[in-house]
Each structure stands twice: as structure tokens, then as C-alpha cells.
């Protein structure tokens, strides 16, 4: 008997709350709506943003291939100067230039899209590799009497524009992967030691040997250069016998060294390009 009576005033209390239902639904069922719509705008807008974020990055990183990528070709340019034939050089130059293009496009992309200060400083050491590798090109076959086939800016220029990415890598620190900072460092030690700058050579080996954060074998190679900047610094003694006036030994005058700049490292083990300076570095940078 109580059991039954259980069960009845159970269904009542069941009815009475159906009954009540509406009444509720009308007092709060537009803030229920606007709560449940709240909440999946919210989730929406997270997962564009998390789709955007992934867009963008996936953009940033094909630019900065590309930009690599061009910078090989210009690398390789010069190599098809001796075999151009006589009519070839406007060729050249257009390639060249539309290639320069490809490359300062992509890698503004990259320096205004990136979000990942690792991804902006490789966006910076591609800006100074194409200013190092522009400066230190081979003028294309008669470049001498034809002004259009000559590069647009000055050596100096370009080596005043490589210089400034550089120093952004720089000034991105601690964020900037240590393999950038060291590039940057010794890319400034490039152009000081192209123009005969030796004491700012000096100091750019220095701070690579002073970091701490940088690997041991970094740290090496710099020394290495370090010491190989007296050198450098000598004029070339090119014969034991009076000048031209009879007055003394001839000599020559240092012409720009043999100089590194940013180049890639396939390992840490041993810096590319250590055992053999180039005039001009290579183009590949690590993502």
C-alpha cells in the first residue's frame, strides 16, 4: 500500500513538472538558445582560428622554401656567364632579375606572415643571404657598356641591406634558434671582412667564442677565422725585387678576403664550408 502510494505521488510531482514545462520554457528559454548558440560560435571561431593558424604556417614555410630555392638559381647564375653566346646576356639578366623577384617576394612574405620568431629569423638570414649573394655577383658579360644588363644597386648597397637583416637576427635573441645567431654573427663577419672592417670581424668571431648557448664546435670555427684575420690584413708580397721606381719590394695592396657568409650546417658537428672559405656563400638556410 505505501508502495503504491509512492509511485502515486511520483507521477504526480512527473505531471506537475510537464504541466510546469512551458512556463519555464517561456520565462527562460531564450537564454538557454542564446547559451547554447554562444557556445558554438565559440567553438567555431576556435577551430578557424586554429585552421588559420595552420594555413598560415604551411604559407610561411612554402615561402621560405621558395625563397631558398630561388636563391639556389641566382647561386648557380653565374656558372652560365662563359658559356653564354653573344646575344645571351639580356637573357641573363632578365632571368636574374625575375629570379631576384621571386626571392624578395617570398621571403616578405615570410618576414610579415611568420609568427614563430625561429621562422621570422630564417626570414631575416634569407633577406641578408640574397643582399650577400647580389653584392659579390659576377657582373653579367657586358655589363661594362650596357648599364641595363648591371644590377640595380651598388655593391655597397646591397652589403648595407645584408648587414641590417643580419643584425635583426640579432636583436631577436633569445628566441632565435642558435644555428641563426651564429649565421648572423658570422654573415657580419663576412661583410666586415669584405670591406677591410677587421676590428668588427674581430668582434662578431669574439661574441660567437663568448655565447653561451652556442656548441663547441661554433666556438672553434670562430677562433679559427679569428686567427686567420692577420693574414688576411697583410698586403701579398709578389716579388723580392725593386718597384717599378726602384725603391723597393712590389707589393699589392689586400684585395677583399676570402670570406664566409651564412651557409647551412648539416650537423653540429662540423660548419660547412670551415675547411674552405668562399667568396660567396651558400644560399640554403635551415628552416
Known amino acids: 500500500m505505501k508502495a503504491e502510494r509512492r509511485h502515486e505521488l511520483k507521477t504526480n510531482s512527473l505531471a506537475r513538472g510537464l504541466e510546469g514545462l512551458p512556463?519555464?520554457?517561456?520565462?527562460?528559454?531564450?537564454?538557454?538558445?542564446?547559451?547554447?548558440?554562444?557556445?558554438?560560435?565559440?567553438?567555431?571561431?576556435?577551430?578557424?582560428?586554429?585552421?588559420?593558424?595552420?594555413?598560415d604556417a604551411r604559407l610561411v614555410a612554402d615561402s621560405l622554401q621558395s625563397a631558398q630555392t630561388a636563391l639556389g638559381e641566382l647561386e648557380r647564375l653565374p656558372r652560365r656567364y662563359g658559356a653564354a653566346f653573344a646575344g645571351q646576356s639580356a637573357?641573363?639578366?632578365?632571368?636574374?632579375?625575375?629570379?631576384?623577384?621571386?626571392?624578395?617576394?617570398?621571403?616578405?612574405?615570410?618576414?610579415?606572415?611568420?609568427?614563430?620568431?625561429?621562422?621570422?629569423?630564417?626570414?631575416?638570414?634569407?633577406?641578408?643571404?640574397?643582399?650577400?649573394?647580389?653584392?659579390?655577383?659576377?657582373?653579367?658579360?657586358?655589363?661594362?657598356?650596357q648599364p641595363s644588363l648591371r644590377l640595380p644597386k651598388s655593391a655597397d648597397e646591397l652589403l648595407n641591406t645584408a648587414?641590417?637583416?643580419?643584425?635583426?637576427?640579432?636583436?631577436?635573441?633569445?628566441?632565435?634558434?642558435?644555428?641563426?645567431?651564429?649565421?648572423?654573427?658570422?654573415?657580419?663577419?663576412?661583410?666586415?671582412?669584405?670591406?677591410?672592417?677587421?676590428?668588427?670581424?674581430?668582434?662578431?668571431?669574439?661574441?660567437?667564442?663568448?655565447?653561451?648557448?652556442?656548441?663547441?664546435?661554433?666556438?672553434?670555427y670562430a677562433k679559427e677565422r679569428l686567427a686567420e684575420l692577420p693574414q688576411l690584413q697583410t698586403p701579398t708580397v709578389l716579388g723580392e725585387g725593386p718597384d717599378q721606381f726602384g725603391i723597393g719590394p712590389?707589393?699589392?695592396p689586400t684585395t677583399a678576403p676570402a670570406t664566409l657568409g651564412p651557409f647551412p650546417l648539416p650537423s653540429t658537428s662540423q660548419p660547412a664550408g670551415a675547411s674552405q672559405p668562399a667568396s660567396v656563400p651558400s644560399t640554403q638556410t635551415s628552416p
Not at 632579375?97 to 634569407?126: C, E, M, R, W
Not at 634558434?177 to 662578431?204: M, S
Request: net charge neutral.
Open 250 to 252: 712590389t707589393t699589392s
Open 23 to 55: 512556463d519555464y520554457w517561456r520565462e527562460y528559454g531564450n537564454r538557454v538558445l542564446l547559451f547554447v548558440i554562444a557556445c558554438l560560435v565559440v567553438f567555431l571561431l576556435v577551430r578557424y582560428w586554429k585552421d588559420k593558424r595552420d594555413r
Open 91 to 145: 637573357a641573363l639578366a632578365k632571368q636574374r632579375d625575375l629570379t631576384i623577384q621571386t626571392a624578395d617576394g617570398a621571403i616578405n612574405s615570410v618576414i610579415n606572415d611568420a609568427k614563430d620568431p625561429k621562422v621570422l629569423a630564417n626570414g631575416y638570414l634569407a633577406k641578408a643571404e640574397l643582399n650577400w649573394q647580389l653584392a659579390n655577383m659576377p657582373e653579367i658579360p657586358g655589363a661594362q657598356t
Open 163 to 220: 648587414r641590417s637583416a643580419y643584425e635583426q637576427v640579432l636583436q631577436m635573441q633569445p628566441a632565435a634558434d642558435p644555428l641563426a645567431v651564429f649565421q648572423a654573427h658570422v654573415g657580419l663577419a663576412a661583410i666586415a671582412e669584405n670591406q677591410h672592417q677587421w676590428e668588427t670581424a674581430r668582434k662578431q668571431y669574439q661574441a660567437v667564442i663568448d655565447a653561451a648557448n652556442l656548441p663547441q664546435t661554433f666556438k672553434d
